[in-house]
């Protein structure tokens, strides 16, 4: 207490509640606060209890206004605040484990800051507006909340009529007539802490994914305007990818370690090579990362590469894997230790590892493995076994409890275990690593929100005897055109047949390890993979 208490002072008033009493409080009021969210079973026992503190940790370190209307998502427990930018990795790594709640009130948290122009800074930057309409589109596909965002419609029509006026401003043709590069762009700006004004490519990305996002909720809805906007977005996306081509073509090309030669992916429209070689020793000597944080690998998250892109995606990944990710980290993992040891080392960024979104890359390729690799070499870098919290940087330096990194590794873990795919595909545990089906060991997820509605399945290794089963409560919602699960063999055995619901199936995929499942209804759906 905040006041000097003598001994047995309070013994008969009690405002001191016993251990036993406090504890089943601290359950309680836990157990009400997940009781919505997403439910993941799984053999590793740290990795369980490090998803359900990480929903914790996002809570804890939020805040509220006006008596709880709106939540404040920090980025972190002791500094930086709810910034405009990060804390959108917050809210969608919430909304996508099932906490619709705190993800809407974060949201208007943010809408109710909109200047009268329609935009949203808290100081930072600009280029939070974009990744706010980009999360506040995934809330609304993942979460139908229909009635809400008509209340919201008009601010944010508001703020998307904001983005297309700065794109009008570049639309300028030289004196000649021609086209310049940056025709139809977002005017250049800064990138987090780096204060030079630039083309940047992840920035240009978000303001097109957020566009791109905010447009469609409206035209489901029937918002006055809607579908112009979509228009719109793809007109600057266009304008994106000619700007990007044009300055790729002008960059010379890199070499990958296998001896083969590759264009130079830009991260900064009209820069000609990496931005360490174009600007070294900026942003605190950090520019070298700009080529990963700001680069175009998170083109293929926000939507605008995608499977049809893999000749370009593969570029980008391989220069990553290459080159990006075998550097010398910032404040540990020297370049001696990180070649040496490239498989364990390797994999992830070497400033903040979640700025990076290689795992999306490789979930949008089905690259199984790699996916793997790249979600489970992260986490140790920033972890607490404390208290399992992440930090923002290596050797637990910079914010405590980063909730930003926080939110990125729950967005990370859903989709290790549920994705959405091609717009009518849901799949299920399309990255689960093989060595959690060894024989009597269970996957399971219970209320995972979809896009097609809440999904549940549990998946039961019985290898021993050849089989590996699985079930599946599907949404009801909207009904996917298929259902694609993934079972794995922990020797990696392809698939000899296949059962739903007890009949022979014969719409499986033995080397991708899958089962597609159309056409089939009921409440449950029993699948069986029967191995050699």
């Given at each position: 207490p905040g006041w000097d208490v003598k001994t047995g002072e309070f013994e008969d008033v009690r405002i001191f509640k016993s251990p036993v009493e406090l504890l089943a409080d601290t359950r309680e009021y836990w157990t009400k606060a997940l009781s919505q969210s997403m439910k993941v079973e799984l053999p590793d026992k740290l990795l369980n209890n490090l998803i359900i503190a990480s929903q914790a940790h996002c809570m804890i370190a939020a805040r509220n206004e006006k008596e709880g209307l709106y939540v404040s998502p920090w980025i972190s427990s002791d500094r930086y605040g709810p910034l405009e930018s990060e804390a959108q990795a917050v809210i969608n790594g919430m909304s996508f484990m099932g906490h619709e709640e705190f993800a809407r009130r974060s949201l208007d948290f943010f809408i109710?800051?909109?200047?009268?122009?329609?935009l949203l800074t808290t100081g930072y930057t600009l280029w939070g507006i974009g990744w706010h309409f980009w999360t506040l589109g995934n809330y609304y596909q993942i979460h139908h909340n229909s009635e809400w965002l008509r209340s919201v419609a008009p601010k944010l029509k508001k703020g998307s009529d904001w983005i297309v006026n700065q794109l009008d401003k570049t639309k300028q043709p030289a004196p000649s007539g021609k086209i310049l590069p940056e025709y139809g762009l977002f005017p250049p700006g800064v990138f987090a802490d780096w204060n030079r004004f630039a083309y940047m490519v992840r920035p240009q990305g978000e303001f097109y994914a957020g566009l791109n996002a905010i447009s469609k909720s409206l035209a489901d809805i029937r918002y006055p305007g809607g579908n112009d906007l979509i228009d719109k977005a793809e007109k600057f996306k266009e304008n994106l990818f000619r700007a990007y081509h044009w300055s790729q073509a002008c960059s010379p090309v890199l070499k990958l370690s296998n001896g083969t030669w590759i264009p130079y992916s830009p991260a900064v429209i009209g820069s000609f090579g990496s931005v360490a070689d174009m600007f070294p020793g900026e942003d605190g000597d950090?520019?070298?990362?700009?080529?990963?944080?700001?680069?175009?690998?998170?083109?293929?998250?926000?939507?605008?590469?995608?499977?049809?892109?893999?000749?370009?995606?593969?570029?980008?990944?391989?220069?990553?894997?290459?080159?990006?990710?075998?550097?010398?980290?910032?404040?540990?993992?020297?370049?001696?230790?990180?070649?040496?040891?490239?498989?364990?080392?390797?994999?992830?960024?070497?400033?903040?590892?979640?700025?990076?979104?290689?795992?999306?890359?490789?979930?949008?390729?089905?690259?199984?493995?790699?996916?793997i690799r790249s979600y489970f070499n992260a986490i140790p870098t920033l972890i607490s076994r404390e208290n399992l919290t992440f930090w923002e940087h290596f050797?637990?330096?910079?914010?405590?409890?980063?909730?930003?990194?926080?939110?990125?590794?729950?967005?990370?873990?859903?989709?290790?275990?549920?994705?959405?795919?091609?717009?009518?595909?849901?799949?299920?545990?399309?990255?689960?690593?093989?060595?959690?089906?060894?024989?009597?060991?269970?996957?399971?997820?219970?209320?995972?929100?979809?896009?097609?509605?809440?999904?549940?399945?549990?998946?039961?290794?019985?290898?021993?005897?050849?089989?590996?089963?699985?079930?599946?409560?599907?949404?009801?919602?909207?009904?996917?055109?298929s259902i694609v699960i993934r079972l794995r063999h922990p020797q990696e055995k392809k698939f000899k047949s296949v059962t739903v619901n007890g009949k022979d199936y014969r719409n499986f995929d033995a080397e991708k390890e899958t089962v597609r499942i159309q056409g089939v209804d009921g409440d449950k759906i029993t699948v069986r993979a029967m191995f050699d």
């Open positions: 109710n800051r909109y200047n009268q122009d329609g950090r520019a070298w990362g700009k080529d990963v944080s700001a680069g175009p690998h998170h083109l293929v998250p926000l939507g605008l590469l995608n499977q049809n892109d893999s000749r370009e995606i593969n570029w980008i990944a391989n220069d990553l894997e290459d080159n990006w990710f075998l550097r010398a980290g910032m404040g540990e993992y020297s370049l001696e230790e990180v070649q040496k040891d490239w498989f364990d080392l390797g994999g992830f960024y070497k400033v903040q590892p979640y700025y990076a979104r290689i795992t999306e890359l490789y979930a949008c390729n089905d690259d199984v493995k790699p996916f050797h637990n330096t910079g914010g405590w409890n980063k909730t930003h990194e926080t939110g990125w590794f729950l967005t990370q873990t859903r989709i290790m275990l549920v994705m959405e795919r091609d717009k009518d595909e849901l799949w299920l545990a399309p990255f689960v690593t093989s060595h959690w089906m060894e024989d009597g060991m269970v996957v399971g997820v219970k209320q995972a929100p979809t896009a097609f509605g809440e999904v549940s399945y549990k998946i039961s290794s019985h290898v021993s005897n050849g089989y590996i089963d699985a079930e599946i409560t599907p949404p009801v919602r909207k009904k996917p055109d």
